[in-house]
């Protein structure tokens, strides 16, 4: 299914390319970037408001005609958080999480000084969430504990803003921050990245 849902990025981007903007002349048309940074899956959900971790990012755009930038994005997390009260009898155990997300976005970079710029964008989100957390059952009258796993797939849109510091040999340095706001689900998660990249 990951594979799947990759190649159908790959395809659609390679669509944009040949048919949108095939006569696009301003170089460096390009770009691609790798972040590591931190993670919170659930800053805004009050049962899961300590679920910290990293991410893992990789972009890659093309840049338009009108200066706006159409990428496809792959987001991989993980986080750990202790469970809260509504869960009374694991209350203060820990949940593990990773998260899957694969993103179309659409941004407008902006100049801001002779080598830097500030990115906006948004764009469309299809994410898999996977959690390893207690569970309870009864057998005979008897609670018995076990690992339970869930897995889900999400839907929503992602908000980011981009800074880039760009060096002459097109190489670029930056601070990367996203959220997501999935329809299921409303607002969740915050990625705070530092990135690098190059434009060609």
């Not at 002459?168 to 705070?192: I, Q």
Request: hydrophobic letters at 40%; one cysteine or more.
């Amino acid at each position: 299914m990951k594979n799947l849902l990759a190649f159908n990025l790959i395809v659609i981007l390679l669509i944009f390319n040949s048919i949108a903007f095939a006569s696009d002349n301003e170089n460096p048309r390009y770009r691609f970037c790798a972040g590591l940074g931190g993670y919170s899956s659930g800053m805004f959900l009050p049962d899961r408001s300590n679920d910290l971790g990293a991410s893992l990012m990789f972009e890659a755009q093309i840049k338009t005609k009108k200066n706006f930038n159409i990428g496809a994005r792959f987001l991989h997390a993980s986080s750990v958080s202790k469970l809260q009260e509504w869960n009374t009898h694991f209350e203060g155990q820990k949940r593990f999480s990773l998260y899957n997300r694969y993103s179309l976005t659409i941004s407008k970079p902006m100049k801001i000084g002779r080598s830097q710029e500030v990115e906006l964008g948004t764009g469309l989100v299809f994410a898999q969430n996977k959690a390893v957390l207690p569970s309870a059952y009864l057998v005979n009258g008897r609670i018995q504990a076990y690992l339970g796993y869930q897995t889900f797939w999400e839907l929503g849109c992602d908000i980011t803003l981009h800074y880039k510091f760009c060096f002459t040999n097109n190489f670029f340095v930056g601070f990367h921050a996203s959220t997501t706001y999935y329809w299921a689900t409303f607002m969740e998660g915050l990625v705070l990245s530092p990135t690098i990249g190059i434009k060609f």
